[in-house]
């Protein structure tokens, strides 16, 4: 340890308690980094697990005493290195404070610190009636706090929308310790800028979410599931446009391509039938799902669907969604290592999204399954490789580039709900442009004079 | 004229076809000012109306050259004089930048310039099946850039939201003249900070917005709506308290207090009730909105209604909601003037902000009505009074003051739906605090670093 460390150390247990200050390197090396494929992290100094608010604070300014980096973590199941640790930063681990403090039926809203489990959060507003939406695929270990800062999306979201939109107000710990409260506990509420929704996919560069008040909506009907089963893509993408030009409101439409549902089938024998090029999976949760099911299984064999499969009750949907659940998993095990990007586009560009992934696996020699939630878009190119093949990774990685490069060229984004972190800097400043990158960097100097929060991350 | 505004003039007008740059005073007087009370408001040099983003961009490199100030304007309905001229400014009207550009009933988009005026854009996507929720009373004559600017709400809102939920992307003038693009025309995006939602409710302080994308909905089957009637504003805010923790979800849910009521029945003679001391009305535009007012109207009559009365039919609907859309114009009859206040509190202390508003109207001896979006707690109360009395408008304006303050010991915002401009500067100090206040001044200085936009508004 050098005499820098010592200081830092001896500074921060000054203000917390011995069990908050993690310096075991071994510990610290299991801190260093989220589940991002291909981002560097560095070595951490320290890893602090503060429990409460003023403890947050001294870490702070801590950090602005001596200008060391903070890196903010939650429960590090986040995609683009957003997480990673920089050499000699503090990791602040917010996973202690993992409080529910209010849960409001009446004012439909919750109250939380930022370690709190997503599904924990679920599972206690619906003991009130209530629902919390947003359900990335990890929620049964990401945090609030993380998806708030890599304003996280889910299954849901083509009906109920991404993390972004059930942030109300936020507490926030500025880089010099200072604290700041952002928006409010009302449904509606203008006064002033919109910084609740800055820190919203900010990736902890502007500030420590340390308490939030979400919008919670009432519990919605068990959903009701349908798979359809098509020979092409384009047939499958057909009935996606038709669902939503039709004024469906699915609360699930999710898409499995060829390369999936094969891995799918090799690991969990579904028996889906080699034929099938693309599954689609739509589900309502409304009053009547069956008769929404009925009208979306007509459009979709009108565009071609072999076989439309409706599910008769909540058993039977949880079955068809299974394949959808396993998609990644079965992935990985193709070569072993799987890259996956988060490309979004206009639902009208989904074919030509799905056509050019194709081509440019064949381009690269690579698998590359395609998972996506179809009504929103957003697709999940996933790439399959042997990370011990140093041709595979350096292909691999040269096709993820050129999937992000296809989505800008249809309009769409290179991040539908992953984030940037390190993964993708290079990329945000290619869709953003100079202006944009340069009226961002304006706002991080204002929240962070010193650069000290998360450096090296989005720009 | 001195040679200032000649040099200006001159300066515009090279950029600018004839018709565009206005002189004249009494056009100019009549474009110095929004809807606002009690809002100063300056002589501008000129007013401009541009009709190209390019002419825009004119604009905005003469000014920034000059160190002239901009204000822009939409339809100028704004309630708190944030469209209001500063002396020798240039007053940039974007009322001839109205078109559709485009509409996706596959996307679910529009794309629109921003002197579209929303209930044009409304009928507009109508046609394609489509709906644009956000519907603030003024929706006949306000612009979408207006709205934007203003992030404006209505009577949809406890169902779909405000403005801002429904803005994906920008196409933004900066004060130097630089064009950028904000966000995205997909369903989702997280690439960076949210520059979009930033703009939305900004007051024109940090850009002129072009163009926008913004997000349109399936239209909903047509609303069916109860009136219940209630012998005190407790009983009327219990009942909704319980349509709300009973997780309905009414499309409309609108409280008239007895003031409100009388001057509607004196207008229009609607026969309500003398002993009536609150009115709820509660609409769904569910598949099936009869069960929902059913069910509804037993909460109400569990509250102690003293009447329920739900419609037959969509006619008998608009007839029920005819009393609350009077009620502002009624009200303005009482004493010649009103000063609309904008309070929003959480819906559970709804009946609090009630009880201190007419404790309030007592205290200074005033006429105030409250109409609220009572399923937001967003509440209008209504100062009436004589504009010619010197103090009686003193009175009025200490009254509003007196609210926004209990807006705030309730645990809610002074604004939850007509903006700060000029009207609640002190107060939005007083809401965010001052690191709060540091920092939107921070993000300020990066997009407007001369000062130009908007000048002495929000802060």
Redesign the interface.
């Known amino acids: 340890m050098n005499g820098g460390s010592e200081v830092l150390l001896a500074r921060l247990s000054d203000g917390l308690p011995a069990d908050a200050v993690l310096t075991d390197p071994d510990v610290m090396s299991s801190y260093a980094h989220d589940m991002a494929s291909f981002c560097d992290a560095g070595a951490p100094a320290v890893v602090v697990m503060p429990r409460t608010v003023e403890e947050v604070q001294h870490i702070m300014r801590t950090a602005t005493a001596l200008r060391v980096p903070v890196v903010p973590q939650g429960a590090r199941t986040g995609l683009s290195g957003a997480a990673n640790a920089s050499d000699g930063c503090i990791v602040l681990s917010l996973i202690k404070m993992d409080r529910i403090l209010e849960i ?6 919750a109250v939380v610190e930022p370690g709190v489990v997503n599904a924990a959060l679920s599972r206690a507003v619906n003991e009130h ?1 209530l629902y919390y939406p947003p359900d990335p695929s990890s929620w049964e270990e990401c945090t609030i706090g993380g998806n708030i800062g ?2 996280s ?1 889910g299954l849901c ?2 009906k109920y ?2 993390t ?2 059930y942030v109300l107000g936020l507490d926030v710990v ?1 880089a010099d310790g ?5 928006g ?12 609740t ?2 820190f ?3 990736e902890g560069s ?1 500030g420590i979410v340390v308490r939030a008040v979400l919008a919670l909506k ?2 919605p009907p068990a959903q009701l599931a349908l798979a359809a089963e098509f020979g092409s893509t384009a047939a499958a993408c057909e009935a996606i ?1 038709k669902i ?2 039709g ?3 699915p609360s699930l439409l999710e898409l499995m391509d060829r390369t999936t549902i094969k891995a799918v089938n090799d690991m969990a024998q579904m028996g889906l039938p080699d034929s099938t090029e693309a599954l689609l999976l739509a589900a309502f949760d ?3 799902p069956a008769a929404d099911l009925a009208a979306v299984g007509e459009l979709c064999a009108a565009s071609g669907a072999t076989d439309v499969v409706p599910a008769d009750d909540h058993a039977e949907s949880e079955l068809l969604l299974q394949a959808r659940r396993l998609s990644l998993t079965a992935l990985e095990a193709v070569k072993g290592t799987t890259m996956i990007d988060d490309v ?5 560009r989904l074919a030509d999204m799905l056509d050019g992934t194709a081509r440019i696996a064949e381009k690269y020699g690579l698998t590359i399954g395609v998972c996506a ?1 179809a ?4 697709t999940h190119p996933t790439v399959c490789f042997d990370a011990q093949d140093p041709d595979e990774s350096r292909r691999a990685r040269e096709s993820f580039d050129e999937i992000m490069g296809l989505g800008l060229e249809l ?10 972190g390190v993964l ?1 800097k290079e990329w ?1 400043a290619r ?3 100079p ?3 340069e ?2 960097r ?2 991080k ?3 962070d004079p010193l650069g000290i929060l998360n450096p090296g991350k ?2």
């Open positions: 409001s039926p009446v004012d439909r809203i009636g890599t304003a999306g979201c083509v929308g991404v972004a939109e500025l200072r604290l700041m409260t952002t409010r506990r009302t449904a509606k509420g203008v006064a002033g800028y919109d910084l929704r800055l919203v996919g900010s502007l009432p519990e446009c939503m030009e004024g469906h409101v409304t009053a009547d979004c586009v206009p639902r009208s939630h009504g929103d878009g957003n309009g769409g984004t290179i991040t539908g709900e992953h984030g940037v993708k945000l869709e953003i442009g202006v944009g990158i009226m961002q304006g706002i100097q204002t929240f989005l720009f």
